[in-house]
């Protein structure tokens, strides 16, 4: 039986592997289908669905939307996106100028407590569109500003450390709109990981359309509480490893499977979302 994973990030965001090194991890891993979801873009869309369909696997082209509810950091997944939809395209685009100014912004308080690191070491290392505070990490780390990742975080970078700058985030309400007007599926990422429990009635009211039990972060514990929480508001259930490639540690990718049945029950939704579309044109 095929199984899934529902949430990787490639070069286009923060993670480390190319569009063809994650499809080829994932056939090797026996995986019969992949959604990208790197954060607010879907640039590297096109080119993984390509190795995909060589590979003979299954893609679905997505993305991990930062967004917030009631000052609550919650990340939305949007699957079977149509990335070259206009109003999500120039969405995105603001996004990534957000993105953009804040490493200026996180440079200059780094440059600030007096340690030497150029915004355009930054933007190099990252060559990418939609960057963030790994790549911060990783050029301190290649410029040996610093010792590890880990520590950047720790010392400079994570909420509350002298190099943390708020990002502006785009409303969950209009993050699930937003999906939904791209023809995706909006599902909660990570509950476990933002703590966003006491919203979720509100994101379900909002159209919220599934959410991610299975998660490298997430305990057994944890994942049995989002299956009861996915039935309780019949939300699809999903699933993935959050990998980042060697952006942090060893590569995630093979640590969530996601089973098949909730994978032909996405399918299922996908369908059932386009013939509602279709019959109100
Ligand atoms: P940003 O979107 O710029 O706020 O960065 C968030 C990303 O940083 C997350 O998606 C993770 O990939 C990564 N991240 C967050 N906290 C840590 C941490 N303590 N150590 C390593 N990576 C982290
Ligand atoms: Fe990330
Ligand atoms: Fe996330
Ligand atoms: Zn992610």
Not at 212 to 237: D, G, N
Request: net charge negative; aromatic share 6%; proline share 4%.
């Amino acid at each position: 039986m095929k199984f899934a994973d529902l949430h990787l990030h490639t070069q286009f965001s923060d993670g480390t592997f190319t569009p063809e090194e994650l499809a080829e991890r994932a056939y090797k891993l026996g995986f019969g289908t992949i959604a990208l979801t790197d954060h607010d873009t879907v640039e590297g869309c096109a080119r993984t669905a390509i190795a995909c369909a060589a590979a003979g696997m299954d893609f679905i082209p997505g993305s991990e939307l930062t967004a917030e509810h009631e000052d609550t950091e919650v990340h939305i997944l949007g699957y079977f996106l149509d990335t070259e939809n206009p109003t999500l395209l120039a969405r995105l685009a603001k996004f990534q100028a957000v993105r953009q100014n804040r490493i200026h912004e996180m440079v200059a308080a780094l440059n600030k407590l007096g340690i030497p690191l150029k915004a355009e070491s930054v933007f190099a290392l990252a060559n990418c569109k939609s960057p963030g505070r790994p790549h911060v990490a990783r050029t301190l780390v290649k410029e040996k500003l610093i010792g590890n990742l880990d520590e950047a975080f720790e010392k400079y970078l994570k909420k509350g450390r002298p190099a943390w700058v708020p990002k502006t985030k785009m409303s969950a309400l209009e993050a699930v709109e937003l999906i939904h007007q791209s023809g995706g599926l909006a599902v909660i990422a990570h509950p476990g990981l933002n703590r966003t429990d006491d919203i979720i009635p509100d994101l379900v009211d909002a159209g919220m359309d599934g959410i991610e039990c299975f998660h490298t972060k997430h305990s057994t514990v944890m994942s049995e509480r989002y299956l009861e929480i996915a039935e309780k508001y019949e939300l699809l259930v999903t699933g993935g490893s959050d990998c980042h490639g060697f952006s942090k540690k060893a590569p995630l990718i093979g640590t969530v499977k996601l089973p098949h049945e909730h994978i032909e029950k996405l399918y299922a939704a996908k369908k059932a979302a386009d013939a509602k579309r279709a019959a109100r044109k």
